[in-house]
């Protein structure tokens, strides 16, 4: 089925380095996409969301860039810090509900 | 905190038992949704509500699984005749239900099954 899925499952940066965490999206329905934040034992956080009728977003220290031709979408992380660390998930949503990844881990050494 | 509430955070149950989690949303979200998560996977969408009615519900929503939202406010997601592979984290989110409104999660409720 149509799935929302990460290209890399863990991702190790050093503190202060810019990260850039990716995700592919399969449902070319989907027009809008989030990118949550979870720390253990919290549920998702919210960072930044896009609609497919834009390329990017800037946030505070985040961007999102969405590539509709090839399905892509990424998160920029800008001078990363120890507080980063969590799992970072994409989420589509094609009807009304959203459709999440598995994430990928952002471990960030100090 | 007016953030999504979610009770117990912990309930460890033996095989059989039947469990109910609450969820109480953010005041002005009129859109709930439940959803499961196990261990290294992104959550899965099991069921939502606009206002009290209920919209959708996934085919991982077995006929033990039965969520309600009465009066269109907080909601209860309940388990019957639990088994081992309904241990995982529930999660309950809200948003404001227009088409680009993000989801709001709570902490969750882990369930252990024993």
């Known amino acids: 089925g149509e799935s929302v899925g990460l290209h890399l499952p863990t991702l190790s940066v050093q503190e202060g380095d810019n990260s850039i965490i990716n995700c592919a999206y399969s449902n070319s329905a989907s027009d809008y996409f989030i990118w949550y934040k979870q720390e253990s034992g919290k549920g998702p956080q919210f960072i930044i969301d896009?609609?497919?009728?834009?390329d990017k977003r800037q946030g505070q220290r985040v961007t999102v860039l969405l590539n509709k031709t090839v399905k892509h979408l990424s998160l920029q992380i800008a001078a990363t810090q120890p507080g980063d660390s969590a799992v970072y998930f994409c989420?589509?949503?094609?009807?009304?509900?959203?459709?999440f990844g598995q994430g990928t881990e952002l471990s960030v050494k100090p | 905190d007016t953030g999504v509430s979610q009770d117990p955070r912990h309930k460890i149950t033996k095989r059989g038992q039947n469990v109910t989690f609450r969820c109480d949303p953010i005041s002005e979200h009129n859109r709930l949704y439940w959803y499961r998560q196990t261990l290294g996977q992104g959550p899965e969408f099991l069921t939502y509500?606009?206002?009290?009615?209920?919209?959708?519900k996934s085919r991982l929503l077995s006929d033990r699984f039965s969520a309600e939202r009465p009066k269109g406010s907080f909601s209860t997601l309940e388990i019957q005749r639990t088994e081992q592979g309904d241990s995982a984290m529930y999660l309950c989110a809200s948003s404001l239900g227009e088409l680009s409104s993000p989801l709001h999660f709570g902490n969750g409720t882990r369930l252990t099954v024993t």
């Open positions: 896009i609609r497919s009728n834009m």
């Open positions: 989420a589509e949503n094609p009807r009304g509900k959203l459709i």
């Open positions: 509500f606009q206002n009290e009615a209920q919209l959708e």
